[in-house]
């Protein structure tokens, strides 16, 4: 926390931070951890003081850790930047190898002590999976010789397949938006 700040806001950053339902990494200039909340913790699987004063480059997968600090010094350099202030997908590493995809967006935040920045991250994992299953029931309602039909809350036609089509005669869009009924 900067200098300034009171013993009152600096407990209620902290509650704010270890509250926060995501993952958040604050690195300083140089790409050293400076603090991390719970959700960074359990995401990753550190405890952490196994992270706070460590390289944030051991939460990367190692071809983009090792392109990390010169990213680093060009934008100290340029001021360009790619990744601050838009969302990425990225993957991280979590402590025990395994990569987890995440979106990631990065904010730069200059104060008395110094420039830091902040990472957000959401792990994708769970969209991740539940893609790869909306995938294999796509294909089986896709070549399945029974009509498939998927209407939407008011029980007008969303999607039918093929087999729907050869059976009734209706494509697609003829039917899509009308009633079941």
């Known amino acids: 926390m900067p200098a300034n700040v009171s013993s009152n806001q600096a407990i209620f950053y902290q509650a704010v931070l270890n509250t926060a339902v995501d993952p958040i990494v604050i690195i300083d200039h140089a790409g050293i951890i400076c603090e991390v909340n719970a959700a960074c913790c359990q995401l990753f699987g550190y405890d952490r003081l196994a992270l706070v004063g460590h390289p944030v480059t051991q939460l990367m997968p190692a071809d983009i850790a090792s392109q990390h600090n010169t990213y680093l010094q060009r ?54 999976q539940a893609e790869d299953k909306i995938r294999q029931l796509a294909l089986v309602a ?40």
């Not at 009509?147 to 969303?158: E, M, P």
């Open 75 to 128: 934008y100290h350099a340029t001021g360009v930047s790619n990744v601050i202030g838009t969302g990425r997908v990225v993957t991280a590493i979590t402590r025990n190898g395994k990569p987890v995809p995440c979106m990631l967006s990065v904010s730069r935040v200059e104060t008395s002590d110094g420039i830091f920045f902040t990472g957000i991250l959401r792990s994708l994992e769970k969209l991740k």
């Open 142 to 181: 896709q070549h399945t010789d029974n009509a498939v039909i998927i209407c939407d809350r008011h029980g007008r036609f969303d999607w039918v397949n093929q087999s729907f089509e050869r059976l009734s005669s209706y494509t697609l869009e003829e039917v899509t938006g009308r009633p079941i009924r």
